[in-house]
């Protein structure tokens, strides 16, 4: 890389945060989708980069399901000023867990 390039960022997507509340909990998309009274495909189709058609719903089975914040999934934003990084490198006041030592 040379000094003109920026660094690669991946992309900040509704697929992307579904993964990502996926591999932290370490669940299969299967018991994510059951989890939060959604089917496994469907769950499958938006984490290759679909988008529901009711979005604000789905957000809220999957806040209700995982206990997500709703604005997070819905916008990929932090929710509060003091909102950092564990040492694992996963926000755990999003994703409302604490943070796991030793990942």
């Given at each position: 890389m040379?000094?003109t390039?920026?660094?690669?960022?991946?992309?900040?997507?509704?697929?992307s945060?579904l993964l990502?509340?996926?591999?932290?909990?370490?669940?299969?998309?299967?018991?994510?989708?059951k989890?939060c009274?959604?089917?496994?495909?469907?769950?499958?189709?938006?984490?290759?980069?679909?988008?529901?058609?009711?979005?604000?719903?789905?957000?809220?089975?999957?806040?209700?399901?995982?206990?997500v914040?709703?604005?997070w999934?819905m916008?990929?934003?932090?929710?509060?000023?003091?909102m950092?990084?564990?040492?694992?490198?996963?926000t755990?006041?999003?994703?409302?867990?604490?943070?796991?030592?030793g990942?």
């Amino acid at each position: 890389m040379n000094n003109t390039e920026k660094p690669w960022v991946p992309g900040d997507t509704f697929g992307s945060r579904l993964l990502l509340i996926r591999h932290h909990r370490d669940l299969t998309q299967d018991d994510a989708a059951k989890a939060c009274g959604l089917k496994s495909p469907t769950w499958n189709t938006w984490e290759h980069g679909a988008s529901p058609r009711n979005m604000a719903e789905v957000v809220d089975a999957i806040h209700r399901g995982l206990n997500v914040d709703r604005e997070w999934l819905m916008w990929g934003t932090k929710t509060g000023a003091d909102m950092g990084r564990d040492a694992t490198g996963w926000t755990s006041q999003i994703l409302k867990v604490p943070a796991l030592s030793g990942r």
